[in-house]
């Protein structure tokens, strides 16, 4: 007998496009789109952790079908290069003497991502009779400047290989190759549907859930199923029944919360307090520096401030974002910040 | 005369004339210990009979070549180049250029020297030396002109922009040489790694200090100074480590310097580069009350301010209490930092003072209400803080290694937001540790992480 998967959102996780929780009209689109057996390529756009890169996992799987396995590949933009990965890119670039031309025995100055995560996958034929291959770039727009080597990328090997890319801002992704694309909006789940899934979960693991706590799971969650999952997962450990204090109490243990209470304590002017706490949580959950400080502006935004503070905290962080794009020390940059707001808690 | 005499530096003045006369440094090659001296002397007579053999054999070979058609043609043979140089490698002021000196006087050689303070682009090294080297000049034949020994020190100095196409030439160099090449360097580069493939390498290792004691003595003695004491001079041996140079510039510069009274302070203030050093620096820090003084402070020093500056945002708040203070000084701070990170991105070194300024002087001077710290404070080490890539231990790779068989998820995804949610779920009871771990087949190491 097989054991039973002890974590939730993985026991929970959908296996085929119909069980996606709401969306239908997304489903609609690539279910069509299945049945034409033909696509551009793709931009998924939507808010982080609704589900943008299991829809397209899942529909790649379906559109492949039995191809699947030699045709996908999903790689992210966003998780460094490994040592090994940087060496293979840069003697991959090298151009062997033996080529003519005026390039023969240089480097081709493609940047490493391409070089070592893309260029491979895309440049092989079609195995097993699909029509084409389908890679999946998660966080597209973390790319940066990165992305100009994609525009030629997607019309030579275009035939080759579809790509989705995927991305929680339009914005930061250059013209060219937004208009290489079909955009598709993903939207977070509706209450409505979270409700459904939710209540037929509670009915699975013989739990009681009311109307109202599946609403503040939801706002918790911030439609997020797999967190919300491991919300009520934990919560259920000490009873059958859930109830709002329980989830509140372990939520306050994830990462936004953390934050949330270093800008409290920082809020209190407890400056040795509030900075041990920001080096446990960059060491602890590895941030990159800019994506802390767009955590806190975040947070920020969720306490009850009036303008002027608001507007002034936000223009502190601002210049400590600024100044950590050329500082060598993000600790002290991170120091900087938090000594000013506690300055600052005097007047609020 | 004798006024000129004395403004010659010690150092250049009691520079050892002969081999004999010279307290030799103990010396290793690939791990044997050696005796130094017979190996250079070795060295420049062997270097010598074979270039006598290969001139001679070259002369044949030429007569040879000039009869022969141009399939028979032979190669003229050239000095191997583990006989044509060798390097001595070691701390500084420990005698290297001083051995290769008074080995030059013992030979009767000319010593022609290219240092660090030379720019050494491939024209100019080949300007001052290869001209020298390939021909002997015409002067030789008329008058019985000395023999060269070329010394290049400071080899490991060859580096950047200025001395490009350095190291090919000195290669070029060691092949084609008529004459001893000897190097000097302070420690290992991997730019002069086909250097190091090509020639045999001397590790040379500081005097012992009975030896460093007996030469100040002597030189004490020949510059008939009686009033540093003894435990001076130990103090002034430990700071320098086996620098002989140092030892006797420090010597110079105290005695010299007809300074009253206790020496000890003075000694201190002249080697500031160990850890102690650096604590006291930053105590001192904090006590000051101008920018005068705390520029004087940091000038003093000679300690790396590549992470002076992190030291004192660590050590910050031991000595800075109250909140509006911190705010100026972590201002100050960070503005330092910002213009650190530019100097070093965009080589604005004329900004150079205003960092200086601003890390020491104004983070010192941010302390206006809280009191000077009396008596001893901690001063402890910068917190090792992470770079800018995202990495994992390998631990956390093969966790996810595992789980990533039964669930995708991208590396940053799990350490931010499924790793968190494990260890609150496995520190809920043992049934949940172990079912988890069962189910993803974890081992006793990956365990402890989620612990």
Partial sequence: ?348 | MSNLKTEIPWVEKYRPKSIKDMALPSARMSGHRVKLADELSNFIKNFFEERNRVNIENKKIREFNRTAIDKEQKDELKIPPEKAAVLLEGPPGIGKTSIVYALANDFNMEVIETNASDTRTRARLEKRLKETIKTRGIMDFIVQSREKLILIDEIDGIYGVQDRGAIPTVIELIHDTQFPIIMCSNEYKTNLQPVYNKIRRYEVHPLPKNEVIKIAKNILKKENITNLKEEDLELIIDKNNGDLRGIINDIQGITQGNIEGDQKELILSLHRDNLEEIFSLIRDLFKVSSLREARNLTNKSDVDYNFLYKWINENLLTFIKSNRELAEAFENLSMADEIFGRIRMNQYWGLLPYFFDLFAGGVALSRQETPIAKGFRRVVFPRYTSGTYFSLTNIEKEFIEKLKRKYEISQIDFIQEFLPFLKILCGTSRKQLKNVSDWLELDAKEKKILK
């Fill in chain 1, 1 to 348: 007998m097989e054991q039973e998967i002890p974590i939730w959102r993985i026991k929970y996780h959908p296996k085929n496009l119909d069980q996606i929780c709401g969306r239908k009209e997304v489903k609609e689109t690539l279910k069509n789109i299945i049945k034409q057996k033909n696509f551009p390529h793709l931009l998924f756009v939507g808010s982080k952790g609704i589900g943008k890169t299991l829809i397209a996992y899942l529909f790649s799987k379906e559109f492949l079908g039995k191809a699947y396995d030699a045709n996908f590949k999903l790689v992210y933009a966003n998780v460094p290069l490994s040592e090994e990965e940087r060496k293979q890119a840069r003697s991959d670039a090298y151009v062997s003497t033996s080529k003519i031309g005026s390039i023969a025995g240089r480097r081709i100055t493609t940047p490493a991502f391409i070089q070592a995560r893309v260029k491979p996958f895309v440049q092989l034929k079609v195995l097993g009779g699909a029509p084409f291959k389908i890679l999946v770039v998660k966080n597209f727009e973390a790319l940066g400047q990165n992305q100009q080597g994609f525009r030629r990328l997607m019309e030579i090997y275009g035939r080759n290989c579809r790509m989705i890319l995927i991305t929680t801002k339009v914005s930061s992704i250059i013209n060219p190759i937004v208009s290489r694309c079909q955009i598709v909006l993903i939207s977070p789940v509706k209450l409505d549907d979270f409700k459904d899934l939710i209540t037929k979960i509670a009915a699975k693991e013989s739990l009681e859930i009311s109307d109202e706590t599946i609403e503040v799971l939801y706002k918790i969650s911030e439609g997020k199923i797999s967190h919300a999952l491991d919300l009520m997962q934990l919560s259920s450990i000490s009873g059958k029944t859930i109830d709002m204090e329980k989830l509140y109490e372990y939520s306050q243990k994830f990462r936004n919360d953390l934050i949330r209470s270093l800008l409290i304590v920082a809020f209190k002017g407890d400056f040795p307090k509030a900075r041990e706490l920001s080096r446990k949580i960059l060491s602890n959950y590895k941030y990159d520096i800019n994506e802390f400080f767009k955590l806190m502006i975040n947070e920020l935004n969720k306490f009850p401030l009036s303008k002027f503070v608001r507007s002034k905290l936000i223009n502190f962080i601002a210049e400590s974002e600024f100044r950590a794009l050329d500082g060598r020390d993000n600790d002290i940059q991170v120091s900087a910040l938090l000594s000013k707001i506690c300055l600052f808690s005097e007047y609020l």
